[in-house]
């Protein structure tokens, strides 16, 4: 029997691996990708293969819910399966990870730098006082839930903060602004009061990349920036201890005017 090791590949380029991650890698005789969920991207396949010193195949979402090759492979040898971030958050990986399971396939999991806490830390938030965390969807015909908006109303209910991923389809990847004008649209229908323009709102782009860019202001004033390439996530602040209301002065623009408002 074989192995399957899912491989978290962090935040941003093939650097962000950890160096078990690496050894674990190069070490594999088969290795897989999985970039629809997350990406890291700074670096291509080709440089992830180059840096690996094997192939990296991408697989398409079917390909890796059917399982069919990843198990087959596993059941031989030794295969890496990459994911970006932490290859078990915000992913229904643990799936393939208990299919192996089952077949009497080891199975191990390397964790990798994820975006759920770079973005808590990366604005000077802490990650105690967040609340559960969301994914803004693209709309579809028919398909519109107002889900994240209401996990924004519960958090700010019990004073903690909403993390909202931003979805990915393809090569589409939801923007910051994409997500707020979601989240107003929500408040349109639902009228609770959790996002409206003149609410605090956090933007964190390209976590873990050398032009990393992390924003707090009104969502009126967010709405009328511009955030850079991909991937982007937004933080909704529920009640700010007043480390967190400096350090969002500090590291992501709050204005003055507004970082008082919030002191008081
Ligand atoms: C489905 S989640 C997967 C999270 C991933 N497994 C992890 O641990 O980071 C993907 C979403 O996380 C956010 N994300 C992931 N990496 C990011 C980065 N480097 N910078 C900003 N947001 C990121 C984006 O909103 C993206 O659409």
Redesign the pocket.
């Known amino acids: 029997m074989g192995e399957l090791i899912f491989i978290?590949l962090g935040?941003?380029d093939e650097k962000d691996v950890t160096v078990r991650g690496l050894e674990e890698a190069r070490s594999c005789d088969t290795l897989f990708a999985e970039l629809y969920?997350?990406n890291v991207l700074g670096s291509s396949l080709e440089e992830l293969s180059s840096n690996y010193g094997r192939e990296v195949r991408g697989l398409s979402r079917e390909e890796v819910e059917s399982g069919g090759a990843v198990l087959e492979a596993a059941r031989k040898g030794k295969v890496g399966f990459l994911?970006?971030?932490?290859?078990m958050?915000?992913?229904t990986h643990v799936d393939l990870r208990l299919r192996a399971h089952r077949e009497g396939i080891r199975t191990k999991v390397i964790a990798?730098v994820?975006?759920?806490t770079?973005?808590a830390s990366s604005l000077g938030l802490q990650v105690y006082k967040f609340g559960r965390t969301t994914?803004i969807p693209f709309r579809e015909e028919g398909y519109e839930p107002l889900s994240p908006y209401e996990v924004v109303v519960d958090n700010l209910a019990a004073g903690l903060h909403s993390l909202a991923?931003?979805?990915?389809k393809e090569d589409r990847?939801?923007t910051a602004s994409e997500g707020l004008e979601y989240l107003l649209d929500c408040e349109q229908r639902l009228s609770r009061g959790a996002v409206l323009p003149s609410t605090l709102a956090c933007v964190?782009?390209?976590?873990?990349?050398p032009d990393f860019l992390a924003r707090a202001d009104r969502v009126e004033v967010l709405l009328r920036e511009e955030f850079g390439s991909p991937?982007?996530?937004l933080v909704l602040p529920g009640r700010l201890h007043f480390k967190e209301i400096e350090s969002l002065a500090a590291f992501a623009g709050l204005p003055e005017d507004l970082a008082k408002e919030l002191q008081t």
């Open positions: 978290g935040l941003y969920t997350s994911v970006g971030g932490d290859p958050a915000a992913t990798g994820s975006s759920i770079a973005a994914t991923l931003l979805d990915i990847y939801m964190a782009a390209r976590l873990g990349s991937l982007h996530v």
